[in-house]
């Protein structure tokens, strides 16, 4: 019985919680391109190795700022070039280091972050005596490296740079009107029966036929469920998309518990009290926020809802990472915004 059958004959199960909405607000990166690859030529051999390194102090403490970041890049860019080792990208955060170099092989990383991590230990040492005092050595005896195998650097790149930006959350006021707390309620309520019936489908087809039922069988299956819940319709298709997700991320968990040797966990179906949260994705699509003229003032704008007055008692910074939603016991919402 697929999803469309599954509306059909009532199997899916709304889900709202009285007095409590959370909507999660997150945004999709797409990345397309081809790889340009750059070889090295040393003797008889040509090669390209790209190794991202990363490695922290004794503790994890947070010890590497001010001075210290700034000559330790030093050390390491002069380590590197004295052993023909080209730095992609070098980021340092006050807990751990991360490193895009490209090393040729009769040398090896693993020299050369011995070497490193030597070097900067001895010469951080005496010349901060201020981390003999808190650390017994400067680093730990490990480190992780992985090569970059055919990902294009640009997308480590961009991922070593986006490690210093400093996470920080921020939660604004949401004051919605009547009729768009009850179109948001009735959305979850069509949201938990689409999850149950994702849910139903895949356990009845592996049941009747032995077979399992995949993230993107079963959003191509959604245009049909529309057709027969015309009041799908009202919920943005990316929502959808999206609890739809949220059983392929559950049944990913299972068979890795499975696999583990943990206890599975089946997927369960979700009631009205469990199920109290919705997504949007594409930052600027299905959702974007605007400053008003009026102090502290800020209007959060979403597919299909329209306009809901926010309080922004603090500038947006950064990337829209995700947003949610809560009311609180005085019935009014608040938007959380990961930085």
């Known amino acids: 019985m697929g999803m469309k059958d ?64 700034a000559r330790l890049k030093q050390i390491i860019a002069d380590v590197c070039q004295e052993h023909q080792a080209d730095i992609e990208e070098l980021e340092v955060l006050p807990d751990h280091v991360h490193l895009l170099v490209s090393v040729d092989p009769p040398y090896g990383i693993h020299r ?35 090569t970059t195998g055919r990902a294009p650097l640009s997308i480590i790149k961009h991922y070593i ?64 469920c529309r057709e027969v819940r015309p009041d799908l319709a009202e919920v943005p298709s990316q929502v959808l998309q999206d609890v739809v997700k949220r059983v392929d991320l559950a049944f990913d968990g299972f068979y890795r518990r499975l696999a583990e040797g943990q206890k599975p966990g089946y997927p369960r179906f979700k009631t009205r009290f469990r199920y109290d949260s919705m997504t949007f994705k594409q930052y600027g699509n299905s959702f974007s926020v605007e400053a008003s003229q009026k102090k502290n003032r800020g209007m959060l704008i979403l597919a299909k809802l329209g306009h809901v007055k926010m309080v922004m008692h603090r500038p947006l910074q950064g990337t829209r990472d995700f947003s949610h939603r809560e009311a609180n016991p005085n019935r009014e919402m608040v938007c959380e915004h990961l930085l």
């Open 6 to 69: 599954a509306f059909l004959y009532g199997q899916g199960r709304g889900a709202t919680r009285s007095g409590v909405l959370l909507l999660t607000l997150d945004r999709l990166v797409l990345y397309t391109g081809t790889m340009v690859q750059e070889y090295r030529s040393k003797r008889n051999l040509l090669f390209a190795c790209h190794y991202h390194a990363v490695w922290c102090p004794k503790y994890r403490r947070k010890v590497l700022v001010g001075p210290i970041e």
């Open 112 to 146: 050369l972050m011995k070497l490193i991590k030597g070097r900067s230990s001895r010469l951080l040492r005496q010349e901060c005596p201020e981390l003999k005092r808190k650390l017994p050595t400067l680093w730990t005896n490990s480190y992780f490296v992985s």
């Open 161 to 224: 740079e986006q490690q210093n930006m400093s996470n920080k959350t921020y939660q604004y006021r949401l004051y919605l009107t009547r009729k768009q707390e009850t179109t948001l309620t009735r959305w979850l309520a069509l949201c938990c029966e689409t999850f149950n019936a994702a849910l139903q489908e895949r356990r009845d087809a592996y049941r009747m036929v032995g077979k399992s039922i995949g993230f993107s069988h079963q959003c191509a299956e959604l245009p049909e």
